[in-house]
């Protein structure tokens, strides 16, 4: 990826770059698209660009995008898809704004989505990143994500996920990380996490290692060990459809591989020897759940991911060693801002 040249969010003047880059990856999405690409046609905030980087499809999502000149367009190549990291590094390689927002291809913003957003970077310069609240699309009124978070037990979640939306999560205020289906960053922020090297090769924002699946968990890990933190934005909203261009058996096993390539890449020792039995208790539990629907190709998928993790882990250890030299947060600091796994 190219080096990000950070610097604060300005107005923009004529000739000059957007204040926003909407990164918005897609394969064989054609279908999700047309409504994304409109859904951001109809922004209140107008000073971005929107950038699409087609991952080597194979449906009509040329088509789509050739009805959309505006849309500054990144064709990967190919027909064998580059996978959901590869995709939005291509997308950052290119982007021009100060503020850098990711976008799903099956998430639709409300109009005021990137005014909210962009607004909440303005107000709270200590945030470096701006997490949306995700709905689901066919199920407005129960959540997906109000921001992420990170367990003591090595299992990432999303808050709120499958609850009805009574007002609980209308507060502005800090969350741990953003689900990256809908999330914008500071442009100084991942210049600086593509600088400290936490990637394979170095230099990128989100790590090839992953592939997909994951990967905004290990950004917002590796975040928060630079120092860096996280606003949710209730006003900024989008309805996502989970998993439409994902999902079954492929997310199942980069599920269960990265969940272990994550923990021995990104936690601090200190917190992994203190909550290992944790940790090995949430494996064991997802193990024998597996094992119980074993059946399902789904099930048989999350095994071989789990199984390949435990396997491959010492491929992160170089990486590992880069992101724990260049952590600014100390391992108790760290720990605390992580979550008490729920009782069973």
Known sequence: ??????????????????????????????????????????????????????????????????????????????????????????????????????????????????SELVGALERNPWASMAASKLVLYDRPDTFHSTGDYYSLDGLPNSRGVWQRDVGQYDREEEVFGPCAAAAAYRRSALADLARSGGTRPTGKVLDPQLWMYLEDVDLDLRARLRGHRTVYVPTAKVRHRLSATGGGPLASYYVGRNTIYVIAKDLPLRVIARNLPRMAKAQAHIVLEAVRHIRGPASRARLRGVAAGLITWPRVLGTRRRVMKSARLSAADFEALLEHPPDP
């Open 1 to 114: 990826m190219n080096s990000f040249e950070p610097s604060g969010i300005h107005s923009s003047e004529v000739g000059t770059s957007p204040i926003v880059s909407v990164i918005v990856p897609t394969r064989n999405g054609a279908g999700l698209l047309v409504e994304c690409l409109e859904a951001l046609g109809r922004q209140t905030y107008q000073d971005f660009e929107t950038i699409v980087v087609d991952d080597a499809s194979t449906d009509g999502t040329s088509e789509v995008l050739g009805s959309h000149p505006d849309v500054k367009v990144v064709k990967l190549p190919g027909e064998r898809g580059h996978g959901f990291v590869a995709a939005v590094n291509a997308g950052l390689a290119v982007a021009r704004g100060e503020v850098l927002a990711l976008l799903n291809n099956d998430a639709v913003p409300d109009p005021d989505w990137l």
